[in-house]
């Protein structure tokens, strides 16, 4: 791989970052070890329609939709220097030939679980160039990425974490009914041209138009509501075998922002 800089990446779809840009405000505190001493840090969760999450370090790293070494996906960077990731979704063929070209073979495990596998990391100068990875249930996702010799205890260290907290979605597993047996009720299908969502809700409205989103761990719904404005619902495990329905955007006033029905339980085939 041939030395490239974050500054020669090109962001490709800024009016696709203002639009799907998913890191809805959610963080936490996550654990790091630099140097061998553990480290509090507070992390964002970052949402691409590519179907993978992860989470972000929200001091030092942002993240964006851009190119790097002629790949496009998701460019996490150290805003301080020119260390860069860049994450993208990958076919099981490539991951195939990707994989095997370094004598890794990770098809068979990744077929039934999380699998993530460093294949290759090089020396440069003073430049580490490295490519890891994951595979889980028959999805793919390939991050690579450059860090100086000096970054190896910093920059590293969170390029790493951040792979290891990557979930990729698997849309066919969100496919159902979901009910609290109160009237509120959420219908996801899979039809020959996608996927589709349908919501009702007791008393409020019925919503049966628009654009379905896989997240990583959660299935994004933008549609309009009654008075024909957008409005976006989130549907997400709340426990073992529950989901819960949350409105992130709207304008409507029966449903505000932040609005959640909880207690959804997935009907049996």
Known sequence: MKKKTVAGFAIFA???????????????????????MEEIIEEALFESPEGFS??????????????????????????YSDDYMVLSMISEAEAAQYAAAAGVDIKAEAAVSRVQVDVS???????????????DRGRYLRAVGAYSLEA????????????????????????????????????????????AMSV???????????????????VLFRTLDASGNPMTLSLYQDGQDRCALRVEESTWAYLEPGTVFDGLEKLPD
Request: proline share 1%; net charge negative; aromatic share 12%.
């Open 152 to 195: 190896a205890e910093g920059t590293a260290k969170y390029f790493y974490h951040i792979l290891n907290t990557v979930t990729l979605a698997h849309p066919d597993d969100w496919v159902g009914r979901y009910t609290d047996g109160n009237g509120n009720t959420v219908d996801l299908e899979k039809r020959e041209e996608g996927y």
């Open 54 to 79: 992860f989470w972000c370090a929200a001091n030092g790293l942002e993240a964006d939709f851009g190119t790097a070494d002629g790949i496009e996906g998701v460019i996490v960077r150290n805003i």
């Open 121 to 135: 990391q090089e020396l440069i100068g003073t430049t580490f160039h490295f490519s890891t990875l994951i595979g």
């Open 14 to 36: 800024l009016c696709l970052s203002l639009l799907f840009s998913t890191a809805l405000g959610e963080t936490r505190q996550g654990v790091i070890y630099l140097e061998g």
């Open 200 to 218: 009702s809700l007791y008393r409020l409205t019925a919503l049966d138009e628009g654009t379905v989103s896989f997240l990583g761990e959660r």
